[in-house]
């Protein structure tokens, strides 16, 4: 399994492309998992198909855009709809991808309806590559924290994905002091490392392998 943390849906751009290219092939499968949305996001099916359906749907086009500079076609992306999807259909979407790729939101919330579905096991045992933005580059490590912002009031630590166990992330790095306490606070008490993302960030940890692209970096104390 290889592992992507991006910052936000520029993957595409000459920062990252590079590297990436000799990673994303043209010919992949591409499974989209959108759980990080808030349920005053997406109430329903109708809600959920207007946002992610491939001719209209903004989220759905955003998301695809980059893929699309590495060859993928719009038949080679499948989405998992959380209202419509049942954990078999998903199971099976996800294993016949060569990327699961998880968006941005709360990171919270993919894990709870990846939980619902059962599907975490399925994820962590996936042999391809995990992508995410965001939320998604949060949840991938096993325990990531979430620092204080509009959405959640306080710093909290959170159950991921049993694929990255030896650092955390803090996407959207702007310098402030409420990241820095949270990132400093975490590694303090946990011994492990922080990496830092912001816009044109990329993260890839290939087995014992972390390479650094674009303005991600490792925070110092």
């Known amino acids: 399994m290889m592992n992507i943390l991006l910052d936000g849906l520029d993957f595409n751009e000459s920062w ?23 349920e005053d996001w997406i109430k329903n099916e109708a809600e959920w198909e207007k946002s992610y359906n491939k001719i209209t749907g903004e989220h759905y086009k955003n998301i695809a855009a980059p893929f699309y ?33 998880f968006t941005g ?6 894990m709870s309806r990846l939980s619902e579905l059962g599907l975490i096991n399925t994820v962590e045992n996936h042999s391809g590559i995990i992508m995410g933005w965001s939320a998604g580059a949060m949840m991938q490590c096993s325990q990531y924290y979430i620092s204080p912002d509009k959405d959640y009031p306080e710093f909290i630590y959170e159950k991921g994905l049993r694929c990255i166990d030896n650092f955390a992330v803090e996407v959207h790095y702007k310098n402030t002091d409420s990241q820095n306490k949270s990132i400093e606070k975490y590694i303090i008490e946990n011994g492990k490392m922080v990496y830092t993302t912001q816009q ?16 991600a970096k490792v925070y110092q104390i």
Not at 105 to 110: A, C, Q
Request: charged share 20%; aromatic share 12%; proline share 4%.
């Open 69 to 101: 500079t590495y060859g993928i076609e719009d038949n080679n992306i499948t989405l998992i709809n959380y209202f419509t999807d049942n954990s078999e259909s998903a199971k099976a979407k996800i294993n016949s991808a060569d990327i699961v790729f």
């Open 200 to 215: 044109k960030s990329a993260i890839i940890v290939d087995g014992e392998n972390i390479s650094l692209l674009g303005n």
């Open 105 to 110: 939101g709360f990171p919270d919330k993919i």
């Open 16 to 38: 990252a492309y590079n590297t990436l290219k000799n990673i994303i092939k043209p010919e992949y499968k591409i499974c989209v998992i959108p759980f990080a949305f808030h």
